[in-house]
């Protein structure tokens, strides 16, 4: 059924939409594999030459973990961090435009960490083999869908963040641009233009995800003073 959906939708290539289908299955086969009943069913299943693990060709993601002093302890895949909420870094960039007007992002419906949210900047974590600069520059164009070569990324500093679900140092950054958008639509649901005032009234209804609040406020205090 998602397949058929997404392939009415012409403006998406067939590449695009079988990674969107992949990443879905991945993850529904994954909470299956949590299950005893499944577990029992899984030899049956392989036996009749069904697979019953993702993609085992994919690339393991491995992230930086940190101690509480943000020194690097160990490189683990993604998927233990987030199940034992461990320690790590991750970046959160600030993309706004000449009328300082701030493009906001609603997250996918289908991500694994606060689906469907606001997000009033754009970010990840940082993986094994990136710096933060790196991350910050890539998860804009990715997310987003901007040229980012000629554009310049300010550095805020850091802030700790830490939740039942999330436990990170956060890198803020800043970048000015004026464009049009293209987004990553696997990560990303829509892209909004917010004012600051825009940004406050959600925050206060409690529908922005509560790191990038964090951010901001770093952002505001430490980077520009931005007018409504």
């Known amino acids: 059924k998602i397949s058929a959906s997404l392939f009415k939708n012409t403006s998406l290539g067939q590449n695009k939409i079988y990674m969107i289908v992949k990443k879905i299955s991945d993850k529904l086969i994954r909470k299956m594999e949590e299950s005893k009943i499944f577990q029992k069913l899984a030899p049956r299943l392989q036996n ?67 689906p469907g949210l606001y997000e009033i900047c754009h970010g990840g974590v940082v993986d094994a083999d990136e710096d933060e600069h790196l991350t910050a520059k890539k998860e804009v164009q990715e997310e987003v869908g901007i040229p980012i070569d000629n554009l310049h990324f300010e550095f805020h500093g850091t802030f700790r963040y830490s939740s039942s679900d999330s436990n990170t140092f956060g890198y803020v950054y800043s ?42 406020q770093r952002f505001i205090k430490h980077g520009m003073q931005l007018k409504s």
Do not use: C
Request: avoid cysteine; charged fraction near 35%; charge should be negative.
């Open 48 to 114: 009749a030459g069904i697979n019953t693990k993702p993609d085992t060709l994919s690339k393991v993601r491995l992230v930086k973990i940190v101690d509480e002093e943000n020194n690097f302890v160990e490189n683990v895949e993604r998927r233990v961090m987030r199940e034992k909420v461990l320690l790590h870094r991750s970046t959160f960039a600030f993309l706004y435009n000449k009328k300082k007007e701030f493009y906001v992002q609603q997250r996918s419906k289908v991500k694994d960490y606060l």
């Open 175 to 216: 970048v000015e641009y004026d464009g049009g958008v293209n987004p990553q639509i696997e990560e990303v649901d829509e892209i909004l233009l917010w004012t600051k005032d825009d940004i406050e009234e959600a925050i206060g209804k409690n529908v922005v995800t509560p790191d990038s609040v964090e951010a901001y």
